[in-house]
């Protein structure tokens, strides 16, 4: 894994514990921001698949 995977994925992550922090507390604003770390991070994650080779992972 390089670099771009790993803070791609770990993006993803935090995007996904703000969107459902935001859903929790009903704050449509954290949900929205959390789902566009989620999209900027399958991004970055993409990316680094794709600088390392890795055609494994077409999701």
Sequence with gaps: ???N???G???EG???AREVAGEAT???SQELKGK???LGGKAEAKYG???SGN???NK
């Design 9 to 11: 994925r770990k993006t």
């Design 1 to 3: 894994m390089n670099k």
């Design 49 to 51: 698949d794709m600088k």
């Design 36 to 38: 566009a770390d989620q």
């Design 26 to 28: 009903d704050d449509k």
């Design 5 to 7: 995977q790993v803070e």
């Design 14 to 16: 935090k995007g996904k």
């Design 55 to 57: 055609k494994h992972n």
